[in-house]
């Protein structure tokens, strides 16, 4: 009754993973089998947290300098991020810039080691922004079309045990892989309204997809006759969809002197519509037993996102800067359970546990100008924290960044900026742990006319 009772609340924590990946719809679909006690199933690879709660940075300047932009941007990266620094621009830009990711993680399960790698290269931002003549102050318009989600994961784990007894071997392997992207095309405008005050605005539209394929094998082997089994297990499912949604950010710049200055912007509630369809396939000791398909339409709607800056030069070749943000991610919106989780205490009192938290970051970063040349040295560190609360996080996820940018001919600026971070957490639930390290290199060419 204890093994029973055990394997149930693997299953339906299981579940859980598997629904806040995206759909309530396709839980049906993940869902094992009820296990039997003399045939326990261990769906222990944690499928990562919602990927939409950890935006990716695109503007190489920003992303050197330790993701610090609110009131340091002066480019049309500032469009998705606080669009009244875009106030700033005096030229007519054109810019265009590509990512390389790559994804290591290494981990233990049940006593067995594993690890995956994983690495791609990408479109990241493409942007113009027209500055018009006024009489005094500014007014700039930007558009853009910029690649601020990146679903690429890889996770792959497996477990094997001789059972005491009859010698038999238990071995199971999981392989989870998911992929796509969401790309928001933004319009935006600034003004200044002050000799003081920068305001601006910025409204998204957001285009995407997402595809997911998780593939478990469960076979008790016969260690003598190599080609007999005892019983076996194969669960696979698949789904892909389209994604679409809207955004708005509303952003503001205060020059307080000559060498500080603050930014402050707020995006708000993003809703996101996944319209799609997915299948199931089973096979229990080679009999089918589930084999099924469905159509889904899932809704999520992604809490408000407060950010703010500051922006402090010295001297004229020295910047440093400082920004937060802060969203409280239990607030998203769905049917299902994406955002709660209900557990009974020790105390037998039913308790609700939210999956996903509120957030508090930071970034800190600094720029200098090379005196005589026209060349930018960055570094900057980030503390990113992630929103998923599924798993214990004993090392929560920072970056230390690094970047460089040149001026040639006084037309075109080439940056590239380098983020390396890590993050590590565990279940003791499931005898997991697992370390992760990412990285990315971007490199931006602007044309200023």
């Known amino acids: 009754m204890e093994e029973t009772d055990r394997e149930k609340r693997m299953s339906r924590q299981w579940l859980t993973r598997c629904a806040s990946v995206l759909a309530g719809a396709l839980m049906l679909l993940a869902a094992p089998p009820a296990a039997r006690a003399d045939e326990p199933r261990f769906f222990v690879a944690p499928l990562d947290e919602i990927p939409v709660t950890s935006p990716l940075v695109t503007g190489a300047r920003a992303a050197g300098m330790g993701f610090v932009c609110m009131a340091v941007a002066d480019d049309g990266s500032a469009i998705t991020s606080n669009p009244a620094t875009m106030a700033r621009l005096n030229r007519a830009e054109l810019s265009g810039a590509f990512m390389r990711s790559a994804f290591a993680i290494e981990g233990e399960r049940l006593g067995d080691k594993f690890a995956t790698d994983l690495s791609g290269t990408d479109f990241a931002s493409f942007r113009f922004a027209y500055p018009f003549p006024t009489f005094r102050g500014s007014l700039v318009l930007g558009l853009s079309a910029e690649r601020i989600y990146d679903f690429s994961d890889r996770r792959v784990a497996g477990y094997t045990e001789t059972l005491e007894g009859s010698g038999d071997v238990w071995s199971s392997v999981e392989n989870y892989f998911s992929d796509g992207s969401i790309t928001a095309l933004s319009a935006a405008c600034a003004l200044d309204i002050s000799p003081t005050i920068s305001l601006g605005v910025t409204f998204s539209y957001l285009t995407g997809d997402y595809s997911k394929s998780f593939v478990f094998d469960d076979v008790y082997q016969d260690p003598v006759i190599s080609d007999r089994y005892d019983s076996a297990y194969h669960h696979e499912d698949q789904y892909q969809a389209d994604i679409s949604g809207v955004r708005g950010t509303i952003g503001s710049l205060f020059y307080v002197s000559e060498q500080l200055s603050v930014g402050v912007a707020i995006d708000t509630p993003t809703p996101l519509t996944y ?87 930071y970034g800190i970063g600094a720029e200098v100008t090379i005196p005589s040349w026209p060349l930018r040295l960055r570094g900057g560190y980030v503390h990113r924290p992630m929103a998923y609360n599924g798993l214990t996080l004993t090392r929560d996820r920072s970056y230390y960044t690094f970047g460089a940018g040149i001026l040639i001919d006084t037309v075109l600026a080439v940056d590239v900026a380098w983020m390396q971070g890590t993050y590590e957490r565990e279940d003791t639930d499931f005898a997991y742990c697992e370390s992760v390290e990412t990285s990315a290199l971007i490199v931006e060419a602007t044309y200023r006319f």
């Open 275 to 361: 319209d799609g369809s997915g299948w199931a396939y089973e096979v229990e000791d080679s009999a089918v037993v589930v084999d099924t398909s469905v159509l889904f339409s899932d809704k999520i709607t992604l809490p408000f996102a407060f950010r703010g800056g500051v922006a402090y030069a010295p001297l004229d070749f020295i910047v440093v800067g400082v920004d937060l943000s802060y969203s409280d991610w239990s607030e998203m919106r769905y049917v299902g359970p994406i955002t709660t989780e209900i557990q009974q205490g020790d105390d037998g009192v039913l308790k609700v546990d939210y999956l996903y938290k509120e957030t508090l970051g």
